[in-house]
């Protein structure tokens, strides 16, 4: 398109704001974040505009600080009505203001400092007298998984087999389980990261017998497009407690199966019945129940477990600093050659890894602390 033509500039203004929307995790920019519809709710009960842009030059100063004000009572209302933890207020706020500059153009209180807000955050957090409690979770071990899958689920439901292959390719994959599965705020879209059917693929021999599995998925922790790229994961097709290629070999070619010309489309891990994608909650709950079946106390399960678990098992086989940082996904981006160039360890240490007795599964990563080198926290997810 020619700078000369007429329509060049409406042009350019219809593809930014779709670049700047795309930026967002939820393709809109952010439209759907719970910071910015619970700041329209907290707006409208006042019956006041949610968009409120001023001229960062003509408007008055007392103006400026009547719209820091407001965002002040929204971080009050959010903390001490809603329940919301200080930290998570603060990103609410910078989430509310970026969204609010991609719509008007400028941010909020004509782009004042909020350190008067955050200020008031911190205040709060002293008052509330201790910081948060971090979430207590626990490893799942490969046998307690078996058993409890074993004990719970029927290999002639598709649903059962869903939920307990959906579980053991999280642990040996070490996977996020918004990776797999739909997570909050998120719909079911290919495009954007979605496991389908279409992101698994089995090595076969001569005789057509499956030797291989490869399970891609994206690093949801990646930045920009990267976010989008969805990376092998080589998976055993059988191991001495869970056997992840064969679970999803006996779900997409026999007891879940659909046509090749659907499996794009097709949520990698559903409720055959109404062909939704499984969500977090749901695995999380079904999670609890076999943690339950094996014996073992569901309260600090999640679906991180799996991969708390997973990393866990790799290291106590002997998985290396380096392996597990490139199989976790953790920060650098040393882990994307890595996990190409070492194939055959992977695949020799997650088969051992699905077999492993694991004695201490408490421990959340071994010995993966900071690392300079790396320049990235191993254990830092923020996860369920």
């Given at each position: 398109?020619?700078?000369?033509q007429?329509?060049f500039l409406?042009?350019?203004?219809?593809?930014?704001?779709a670049?700047a929307?795309?930026?967002?995790?939820?393709?809109?920019g952010?439209?759907?974040?719970?910071a910015?519809?619970?700041?329209k709710a907290?707006t409208?009960t006042?019956?006041?505009?949610?968009l409120?842009?001023l001229d960062?030059?003509?408007?008055?100063?007392s103006?400026?600080?009547?719209?820091v004000?407001?965002?002040?009572?929204?971080?009050?209302w959010r903390?001490?009505?809603?329940?919301?933890?200080?930290?998570t207020?603060?990103?609410?706020?910078?989430i509310?203001?970026a969204?609010h500059e991609?719509v008007?153009?400028?941010?909020?209180a004509?782009?004042?400092?909020?350190?008067?807000?955050?200020?008031?955050l911190?205040?709060?957090?002293?008052?509330?007298?201790?910081?948060?409690p971090?979430?207590?979770?626990?490893?799942?071990?490969?046998?307690?998984?078996?058993?409890?899958i074993?004990?719970?689920?029927s290999?002639?439901?598709?649903?059962?087999v869903?939920?307990?292959?959906?579980?053991?390719?999280?642990?040996?994959?070490?996977?996020?389980?918004?990776?797999?599965?739909?997570?909050?705020?998120?719909?079911?879209?290919?495009s954007?990261?979605?496991?389908?059917?279409?992101?698994?693929?089995?090595?076969?021999?001569a005789?057509?017998?499956?030797?291989?599995?490869?399970f891609?998925?994206?690093?949801s922790?990646?930045?920009?497009?990267?976010?989008?790229?969805?990376l092998?994961?080589?998976?055993p097709?059988?191991?001495?407690?869970?056997?992840?290629?064969r679970m999803?070999?006996?779900l997409?070619?026999i007891?879940d199966?659909?046509?090749?010309?659907?499996?794009?489309?097709?949520?990698?891990?559903?409720?055959?019945?109404?062909?939704?994608?499984l969500?977090?909650d749901?695995l999380?709950?079904?999670?609890?129940?076999?943690?339950?079946a094996?014996?073992?106390?569901?309260?600090?399960v999640?679906?991180?477990?799996?991969?708390?678990g997973?990393?866990?098992?790799?290291?106590?086989?002997?998985g290396?600093?380096?392996?597990?940082?490139a199989a976790?996904?953790w920060?650098?981006?040393?882990?994307?050659?890595?996990?190409r160039?070492?194939?055959?360890?992977?695949l020799?240490?997650?088969?051992?890894?699905c077999?492993?007795d694991?004695?201490?599964?408490?421990?959340?990563?071994?010995?993966?602390?900071?690392?300079?080198?790396?320049?990235?926290?191993a254990?830092?997810?923020?996860?369920?």
């Amino acid at each position: 398109m020619s700078v000369a033509q007429p329509d060049f500039l409406d042009a350019f203004v219809c593809g930014a704001k779709a670049a700047a929307d795309a930026y967002c995790a939820d393709g809109a920019g952010n439209e759907t974040h719970t910071a910015v519809t619970s700041w329209k709710a907290f707006t409208k009960t006042l019956f006041l505009p949610c968009l409120r842009p001023l001229d960062p030059v003509t408007t008055p100063l007392s103006t400026k600080l009547e719209e820091v004000d407001l965002v002040r009572a929204y971080a009050w209302w959010r903390v001490t009505q809603c329940g919301t933890s200080p930290p998570t207020v603060r990103q609410y706020v910078g989430i509310i203001n970026a969204w609010h500059e991609r719509v008007t153009g400028v941010y909020l209180a004509a782009s004042m400092p909020f350190h008067s807000v955050f200020t008031m955050l911190q205040g709060l957090e002293v008052l509330e007298g201790r910081p948060p409690p971090k979430k207590d979770r626990v490893g799942c071990r490969p046998r307690d998984l078996r058993v409890g899958i074993d004990r719970l689920y029927s290999p002639a439901i598709p649903l059962h087999v869903n939920y307990a292959t959906s579980m053991e390719i999280g642990h040996a994959g070490i996977l996020r389980a918004c990776e797999y599965v739909r997570g909050k705020r998120k719909v079911f879209d290919p495009s954007r990261g979605s496991a389908s059917r279409a992101d698994v693929t089995f090595e076969l021999d001569a005789s057509g017998e499956a030797i291989g599995c490869c399970f891609h998925a994206v690093n949801s922790k990646a930045k920009g497009v990267e976010r989008f790229r969805k990376l092998p994961h080589y998976l055993p097709m059988d191991g001495g407690y869970l056997s992840p290629g064969r679970m999803l070999l006996y779900l997409t070619e026999i007891v879940d199966w659909v046509p090749k010309s659907e499996r794009s489309s097709t949520p990698m891990f559903r409720d055959p019945a109404s062909n939704e994608q499984l969500h977090i909650d749901r695995l999380r709950t079904e999670l609890r129940k076999v943690m339950q079946a094996a014996g073992r106390p569901p309260r600090k399960v999640g679906t991180h477990s799996l991969r708390i678990g997973g990393a866990t098992a790799r290291k106590f086989v002997g998985g290396s600093r380096r392996h597990l940082m490139a199989a976790g996904k953790w920060s650098s981006a040393a882990y994307l050659a890595y996990l190409r160039q070492c194939k055959a360890e992977s695949l020799s240490l997650v088969q051992a890894a699905c077999g492993a007795d694991v004695d201490d599964f408490a421990n959340e990563f071994f010995d993966i602390e900071y690392d300079p080198e790396m320049r990235a926290f191993a254990g830092s997810d923020d996860e369920e």
